[in-house]
């Protein structure tokens, strides 16, 4: 109900987003990264400060949280991107591609990660994915996208057809 043109201070309030690629800048600690987009977001630098300790915890990164985001692994910095998602404490969070570029355990992991975060935060997650294993182990609805057109919306149970599959 929000327009982000006329209302981008309060929707960045309120959502969260974690980008499909690797942009952030690689000599920034992943701390001050996670404080620095929680400040964006509308939080004073003190709950900034302990916010983003706190997302880097839930995330499996507490002990990691100092070092240089170009120095952490490619599971590592989905992680942080996920950290700072959620460290503002959106209502919803938009997460883009999550999983790319992490092995079969890593993946695993992550998408356990994100139902956790998204069950025990009560947080909705938009989730991206080409990937639609993914998408029927943690979602609960979809929308399948096809040259720039939705060609299919709904709950999972209605979508995934007789053969079991979307």
Do not use: N
Request: glycine letters at 10%.
């Amino acid at each position: 109900g929000l327009d982000p043109i006329q209302a981008g201070p309060e929707v960045r309030t309120i959502v969260g987003y974690s980008p499909e690629h690797h942009t952030l800048p690689p000599d920034i600690r992943a701390h001050d990264l996670v404080r620095h987009i929680a400040e964006v977001h509308g939080l004073p630098t003190r709950e900034a400060t302990a916010r983003a300790s706190d997302a880097l915890w839930q995330v499996g990164l507490g002990e990691e949280r100092f070092r240089p985001f170009g120095t952490m692994s490619t599971g590592q910095k989905q992680r942080v991107k996920l950290a700072q998602a959620i460290a503002h404490d959106p209502k919803l969070v938009l997460l883009d591609e999550p999983t790319d570029g992490l092995d079969p355990v890593q993946r695993d992991d992550m998408l356990a990660l994100i139902r956790r975060i998204s069950s025990e935060f009560g947080l909705d997650v938009i989730l991206s994915s080409h990937l639609l294993e993914e998408i029927e182990r943690i979602c609960d609805s979809a929308v399948i996208v096809a040259e720039g057109r939705v060609v299919r919306s709904g709950l999972l149970t209605e979508l995934i057809g007789r053969d079991g599959g979307l």
